[in-house]
């Protein structure tokens, strides 16, 4: 499904603010990772990120607010068998992949 301006803005809004920094541009995701308001949908952004179905639809989710997230898009591509797997994480105010 294609979100319009609202819709991506209100699930920008679920990313986490961080004191000090404009959260109208930087937020963090989930995993801590940075996230561009800027960005969305660009997978050429190490900010970038895209939203995300906590229920996929696949198995029963919906487009509703409450089962969206934002989430920075490799950390998004990186999901399994449903769960988040966080390969993108903040360290200081660079992202950097997670390295087992």
Partial sequence: MA???LQIQAVWEKASIVQGVNPNEWRKDQCSAWISR???GNRNSNYGWEIDHITAKANGGSDALS???PL???NNASRQDGRLVCVIKSQGNIN???TS
């Fill in 3 to 5: 979100f319009n301006e």
């Fill in 38 to 40: 800027n960005a969305y």
């Fill in 67 to 69: 089962n969206l997230r």
């Fill in 72 to 74: 920075h898009w490799n």
């Fill in 96 to 98: 950097t992949r997670v």
